[in-house]
């Protein structure tokens, strides 16, 4: 993994506390004072919850600065550990933040809520394959990735709407099946290798072109690629 240095990391807070600040503005002239405090720690629990759990699997802050949080297989995390994380956070915050010091003295830089809820806060260009980075990735062009930015690991990464095998998991779109394709990087060719897993609606280069139930075609950096139509378009990079 490609772990998200601390300035970074602090950077990304201050824009998410500029947001949530904002949000703390609004809600004080929208509610009684006295339920302030208790607002603001529900507004900071679903906050990071919707952001980190959702298809980004980052705040805004974070999203701002290339990184995502991810779980210890380097996928990113699902609304159940973004809850536990959020939750976490809030000891992290307690004793003047000691909980966010732990990441000055971490090799990976977790803070005392990544270590609690075992996550991760990575950089979301290229990932760590053997020791070496392959800089490889796939992203979303249009539909419920879109924007979002998934490495392609040395052992490639399965995507369809298995949560529990695909490394990339499309929940919302139409016509995914269960296993519907494998992407792979080949190093020393340069080439994406993409290979459609018997989906019932297909696999489709940018052209329209199906791909061949269990072949393989080659694919050059810059090409797309859509599962079942075109509302969930990829491109490799």
């Known amino acids: 993994m490609n772990y998200s240095n601390v300035g970074k990391r602090i950077a990304a807070c201050l824009i998410d506390a500029i947001i949530l600040n904002a949000a703390g503005i609004i809600l004080f002239f929208m509610t009684n004072l006295w339920y302030i405090p208790f607002i603001s720690l529900i507004t900071g629990f679903l906050y990071y919850t919707i952001f980190e759990g959702g298809s ?20 990113g995390i699902d609304y159940g550990k973004a809850a536990i994380r959020a939750l976490c956070r809030m000891l992290s915050g307690a004793f003047l933040g000691i909980g966010y010091f732990i990441a000055l003295f971490s090799d990976n830089h977790q803070t005392l809520h990544d270590k609690l809820a075992d996550t991760f806060v990575v950089d979301t260009f290229g990932t760590v394959s053997g020791g070496q980075s392959t ?64 989906s019932k609606y297909g696999t489709f280069t940018d052209k329209g072109v199906r791909v061949t139930p269990h072949r393989s075609i080659a694919l050059k950096r810059g090409e797309r690629f859509y599962l079942a139509s075109k509302d969930a378009l990829f491109e490799v990079v």
């Open 56 to 75: 980004w699997h980052a705040t805004p802050g974070k999203r701002l600065f290339g990184m995502q949080v991810v779980d210890s297989n380097n996928f």
């Open 135 to 198: 800089g490889s990735a796939v992203v979303g062009v249009t539909g419920e990735h879109a924007g979002v930015r998934f490495p392609v690991t040395g052992n490639g990464i399965m995507i369809g709407r298995d949560a529990i095998s695909c490394q990339m998991v499309l929940r919302k779109t139409r016509g995914i099946s269960r296993l519907h394709c494998f992407l792979s990087y080949n190093p020393a060719s340069g080439m994406y290798i993409l290979t459609d897993r018997n």
